[in-house]
């Protein structure tokens, strides 16, 4: 026999650090995590507690050396270059890559040493690296690179855990930046496309955030959280 252990306690205690907690999902995650009783330390490009930003290794391993350990290290991290073939940028490819693949590798390499027994590394992926469409070649390569990597980062990390969420369009607030009209458009697309009939929301990812987190049989795995979008 045995009871489920709720959420608040499995992560009641623990210290998770959220690059990219300052807004959207990051800082959705921040915010639960926090509630259910962890003590959770937010980076960001223009941080106001930690100054993290991905593409600079000196910034995760001074982060890494002045704040210790902690149980849980989650990056959102993203850089997007949306363009035609023709239109790409050499240094724009390489910002994407930077954001989504090598970010979390040296991530890995300066938290990974310091994470006790039950720790896990969580990165944010895209449907869009399951769904090529024209103009997202750099996104959806970036993003598929990204479960790849939580494959192989959880193998020669174990014990420790190494998962990936791959959101479908979700109402995040990056959105918000669009015209409403586009974003309007975008979403009745991406409703139209998904099984649920909808675009995501904060709660959809922010549960299967923290679920993942406390989820201790669960590694090298990137779960969907798409409305089923990518069966359509
Ligand atoms: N929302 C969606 O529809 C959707 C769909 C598929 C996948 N995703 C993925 O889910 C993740 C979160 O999405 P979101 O909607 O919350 O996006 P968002 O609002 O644009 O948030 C991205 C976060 O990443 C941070 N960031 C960007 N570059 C960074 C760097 N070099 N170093 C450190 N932090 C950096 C940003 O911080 P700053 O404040 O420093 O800019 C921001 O907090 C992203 O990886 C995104 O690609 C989202």
Redesign the pocket.
């Known amino acids: 026999m045995y009871t489920v252990t709720p959420m608040s306690e499995k992560l009641a205690g623990k210290r998770i650090l959220v690059?990219?907690?300052?807004?959207?999902?990051?800082?959705e995650i921040a915010r639960q995590a926090e509630q259910a009783g962890a003590e959770v330390v937010v980076?960001?490009?223009?941080?106001r507690e930690v100054r993290?930003?991905?593409?600079?290794e000196s910034t995760i391993a001074r982060a890494a050396d002045s704040l210790g350990g902690f149980d849980h290290v989650i990056?959102?991290?993203?850089?997007?270059h949306d363009v035609p073939v023709p239109e790409l940028e050499h240094d724009r490819i390489q910002?994407a890559f930077?954001?989504?693949v090598v970010?979390p590798l040296l991530l890995a390499k300066h938290f990974a040493t310091r994470m006790p027994a039950g720790g896990s590394f969580l990165?944010?992926?895209?449907?869009?690296g399951w769904r090529p469409k024209a103009g997202t070649v750099v996104?959806g390569t970036a993003?598929a690179a990204l479960a790849a990597l939580v494959t192989h980062l959880a193998v020669e990390l174990a014990p420790l855990r190494v998962n990936a969420?791959?959101?479908?369009?979700?109402?995040?607030?990056?959105?918000d930046r669009l015209p409403d009209e586009r974003r309007r458009a975008l979403y009745d697309r991406a409703s139209a496309a998904s099984l649920a009939g909808r675009?995501?929301t904060l709660e959809d990812?922010t549960d299967t955030a923290l679920w993942l987190l406390g989820a201790g049989w669960v590694t090298g795995e990137t779960i969907h959280v798409d409305g089923g979008s990518r069966h359509r």
């Open positions: 690059v990219g907690g300052a807004r959207g999902i990051g800082a980076a960001a490009r223009a941080g993290v930003d991905v593409t600079d990056s959102t991290a993203s850089a997007h910002a930077a954001a989504k970010g990165f944010f992926s895209g449907i869009v996104k993003n969420i791959a959101p479908g369009i979700t109402d995040s607030g990056a959105w675009v995501g990812v």
